[in-house]
């Protein structure tokens, strides 16, 4: 088993924060969001950890570097990441992918080691990890039914909120088995991107696969006590921060937010 994570975008929203980093690389509470994710991987007895990078590609490969990861480690550039989406960084992986089985993972996450334990130790060869939608929540979302099947594939365009009491949202941590990447994934892929461009999301992908209703991936409801959160603004992160914080601290943070607790699960 290795794992692929996408690390190619800008992080645009993060305006100054990625001036000079990139966006995986801003910290929360002192730790970055990369190297957070690196430490967690580098204890599941990977053999390999494969990047995709792109703005600022060797300035941050060097970062990585320095973190002395032990699990091996395999840089790919996406050089046109300004021009593409990250649907062309999940295809600059693909020969990694249909020749070993693949945890894929979204460069903006921050999360619970048990997260990626809980995706391991499932027997299912290829998983969407999803949590029950909560109205802090945005993005792609999904319905399921109670084998985990999944259902219906939600972009965030098709967003129904008379409808969001039955969905799931997508976490953006995938498990791909390599028979799953080499036989229906990349050459649904591949079609697709020669049709649409490069210009557009992996999940696209996934929409169509799931459309065809048989049931090559499921849906892994995570455990109510994993945290996580995707950051992909300055008030995500501060969220963030909060949410994995601790004690009087974790309290003061909610406190000076001055409102906006629904956004925090669980409190």
């Known amino acids: 088993m290795q794992a692929v994570i996408l690390a190619a975008g800008l992080g645009s929203r993060l305006k100054k924060l990625t001036e000079n980093n990139t966006k995986s690389m801003v910290e929360v509470n002192g730790i970055s969001l990369m190297e957070r994710m690196l430490r967690i991987l580098d204890t599941k007895s990977l053999s390999n950890i494969v990047v995709v990078t792109g703005y600022k590609s060797e ?39 249909i020749n070993e089985d693949s945890i894929l993972l979204e460069s903006d996450l921050i999360f ?4 990626i334990t809980e995706i391991l130790e499932d027997n299912r060869k290829n ?9 802090w929540m945005d993005g792609t979302c999904l319905k399921i039914n109670e084998n985990e099947d999944i259902l219906d594939f939600i972009p965030g365009k098709d967003f129904n909120f008379e409808d969001a009491d039955n969905y ?22 591949e079609a697709y991107m020669s049709a649409n461009g490069k210009n557009d999301y992996y999940e696209a992908i996934l929409k169509i696969i799931i459309d065809l209703g048989k049931n090559y991936i499921y849906a892994k409801v995570i455990s109510d006590d994993i945290k996580w959160y995707e950051i992909d603004d300055e008030q995500d992160l501060n969220i963030a921060s909060s949410i994995f914080s601790n004690g009087d601290e974790k309290l003061e943070k909610y406190q ?3 409102g906006g ?7």
Do not use: Q
Request: glycine residues 0%.
């Open 168 to 189: 799931f949202k997508t976490i953006n941590i995938y498990k791909f088995s390599k028979e799953f990447s080499k036989n229906i994934y990349f050459p649904f892929l």
């Open 59 to 97: 300035f941050f490969i060097n970062y990585i570097k320095s973190l002395n990861i032990n699990t091996k480690l395999t840089f790919i550039n996406n050089e046109i990441y300004d021009k593409t989406n990250n649907i062309y960084s999940m295809f600059l992986a693909k020969n990694e992918m």
């Open 127 to 135: 998983l969407a990890l999803v949590a029950k939608y909560e109205r």
């Open 256 to 258: 000076i937010r001055y």
């Open 261 to 267: 607790y629904w956004r925090y699960p669980k409190l």
């Open 112 to 115: 619970d080691d048990k997260m």
